[in-house]
């Protein structure tokens, strides 16, 4: 008889019959093979099986996985969800899309009330901004040709697929607007020969354009990011959005105050003030909305560190605006406070995330909690957990 290390959670089983055959001597009998139940009990009984009350019912190869506050604890020692192969190059875009995406609204405002100089600053940051997310995205894409694919086609439920739309967009929009500046900048003498009266024709269009998508480019990664199964980004998903757009605001008012001179700042220090109240309304009201167990990589480690100093830094960088802003050197030091605020904040928002996805009781305890609210409101035909 030979065995195998699965014999042991064989369970004990009855016997069957044995068929009788008659011997020349009249006595029974059998066929020489002896039942696998049989041999099941026997094991048993020599201690090679352990025992069940049920021997018609199969015993789990796998045992109950326990949950605590260790990853340790999950299916085989793993996490329960994979965290995106995403480095700080993506959260390199994030930044830098929130930046472009604030500076083309700026740029449009000034456009509107003839500020000539803060919209050829902003016009030219916003181009920057994106130019250097694009280059950060492609980079984390590994190979070119990858981004390229995004534009083949246009899908509505593809958070991504419809940012890559809205970045192709804005950055044909904000490089038409950006040149016609430039091109006033170094007195016309870029070799455009006709093209410049097309381009003197199409650069207030293309600054609109560039405006109307300034507010997508900025929150769309938040749907990006919140669109995962990243415990911290899915349960802030009715709000990230907010906290980006109004962290945007800060980061463009805090580039327009670096690089323009205070005289024609009026529009930036305004959208700055405003956006300080925003992001830190917002991103509070964020956090006491979310579950308490998935909030906690915001508030804790690196990630917790980088949200309160951007809190910090957008609080001082709006006081320094609103009683200093008319000083050309608290203008600019204001200026950085917020820009490295809003970078804090989507540095911090994105480590938040990937954190969440290695702790398997930010997955578990929230999908408990959702579950008893639906049953408390009378859901019981279904077992959905992951969405509210």
Same mark, same amino acid.
């Given at each position: 008889?030979?065995?195998?290390?699965?014999?042991? @959670?064989?369970? %004990?089983?009855?016997?069957?019959?044995?068929?009788?055959?008659?011997?020349?001597?009249?006595?029974?009998?059998?066929? $020489?093979?002896?039942?696998?139940?049989?041999?099941?009990?026997?094991?048993?009984? &020599?201690?090679?099986?352990?025992?069940?009350?049920?021997?018609?019912?199969?015993?789990?190869?796998?045992?109950?996985?326990?949950?605590?506050?260790?990853?340790?604890?999950?299916?085989?020692?793993?996490?329960?969800?994979?965290?995106?192969?995403?480095?700080?190059?993506?959260?390199?875009?994030?930044?830098?899309?929130?930046?472009?995406?604030?500076?083309?609204?700026?740029?449009?405002?000034?456009?509107?009330?003839? !500020?000539?100089?803060?919209?050829?600053?902003?016009?030219?940051?916003? #181009?920057?901004?994106? $130019?250097?997310?694009?280059?950060?995205?492609?980079?984390?894409?590994?190979r070119p040709e990858r981004f390229y694919n995004m534009m083949r086609t246009v899908?509505?439920?593809?958070? *991504?697929?419809?940012?890559?739309?809205?970045?192709?967009?804005?950055?044909?929009?904000?490089?038409?607007?950006?040149?016609?500046?430039?091109?006033?900048?170094?007195?016309?003498?870029?070799?455009?020969?006709?093209?410049?009266?097309?381009?003197?024709?199409?650069?207030?269009?293309?600054?609109?354009?560039?405006? #109307?998508?300034?507010?997508?480019?900025?929150?769309?990664?938040?749907?990006?990011?919140?669109? /995962?199964?990243?415990?911290?980004?899915?349960?802030?998903?009715?709000?990230?959005?907010?906290?980006?757009?109004?962290?945007?605001?800060?980061?463009?008012? $805090?580039?327009?105050?670096?690089?323009?001179?205070?005289?024609?700042?009026?529009?930036?220090?305004?959208?700055?003030?405003?956006?300080?109240?925003?992001?830190?309304?917002?991103?509070?009201? *964020?956090?006491?909305?979310?579950?308490?167990?998935?909030?906690?990589?915001?508030? /804790?480690?690196? %990630?917790?560190?980088?949200?309160?100093?951007?809190? !910090? #830094?957008?609080?001082?960088?709006?006081?320094? /605006?609103?009683? $200093?802003?008319?000083?050309?050197?608290?203008?600019?030091?204001?200026?950085?406070?917020?820009?490295?605020? &809003?970078?804090?904040?989507?540095?911090?928002?994105? @480590?938040?995330?990937?954190?969440?996805?290695?702790? %398997?009781?930010?997955?578990?305890?929230?999908?408990?909690?959702?579950?008893?609210?639906?049953?408390?409101?009378?859901?019981?035909?279904?077992?959905?957990? /992951?969405? !509210?």
């Amino acid at each position: 008889m030979t065995t195998s290390e699965f014999d042991s @959670y064989r369970p %004990p089983e009855e016997p069957r019959r044995r068929r009788r055959r008659d011997r020349p001597d009249g006595r029974e009998k059998t066929d $020489g093979r002896e039942d696998g139940r049989e041999q099941g009990n026997r094991r048993h009984r &020599s201690g090679l099986a352990p025992s069940t009350s049920d021997g018609g019912r199969e015993m789990a190869m796998v045992p109950e996985p326990q949950f605590s506050n260790t990853a340790s604890d999950s299916y085989y020692g793993r996490p329960i969800v994979k965290a995106p192969p995403w480095d700080e190059r993506v959260a390199a875009y994030l930044v830098c899309g929130g930046i472009a995406g604030g500076s083309s609204l700026l740029a449009f405002g000034a456009q509107l009330t003839g !500020r000539d100089v803060l919209r050829r600053n902003t016009r030219i940051t916003a #181009l920057a901004a994106a $130019g250097v997310g694009a280059v950060a995205l492609v980079a984390d894409l590994g190979r070119p040709e990858r981004f390229y694919n995004m534009m083949r086609t246009v899908k509505l439920s593809s958070p *991504m697929s419809l940012g890559s739309w809205v970045l192709a967009g804005f950055s044909t929009g904000a490089g038409v607007a950006a040149a016609a500046d430039v091109d006033r900048m170094l007195g016309e003498k870029l070799p455009l020969g006709p093209l410049r009266g097309m381009l003197r024709a199409v650069e207030a269009p293309a600054g609109g354009l560039a405006a #109307l998508l300034g507010a997508p480019l900025a929150g769309y990664t938040a749907v990006l990011l919140s669109d /995962t199964a990243m415990p911290t980004w899915n349960d802030a998903k009715e709000d990230l959005p907010f906290v980006f757009v109004s962290s945007a605001s800060i980061a463009a008012s $805090g580039m327009a105050m670096i690089t323009t001179p205070v005289r024609q700042t009026a529009p930036a220090r305004a959208l700055a003030v405003l956006g300080v109240v925003a992001d830190v309304v917002a991103t509070r009201y *964020m956090e006491a909305r979310m579950d308490p167990v998935a909030v906690e990589p915001l508030e /804790t480690g690196r %990630p917790g560190m980088l949200m309160k100093w951007s809190e !910090r #830094l957008a609080i001082a960088g709006g006081i320094g /605006t609103l009683l $200093g802003g008319r000083n050309r050197v608290v203008a600019a030091v204001s200026g950085a406070a917020l820009v490295t605020a &809003s970078a804090f904040t989507r540095f911090g928002v994105f @480590y938040a995330g990937k954190d969440s996805a290695q702790d %398997p009781r930010y997955t578990v305890e929230p999908q408990k909690r959702r579950l008893a609210a639906r049953r408390r409101a009378g859901i019981t035909d279904d077992s959905i957990t /992951t969405v !509210r």
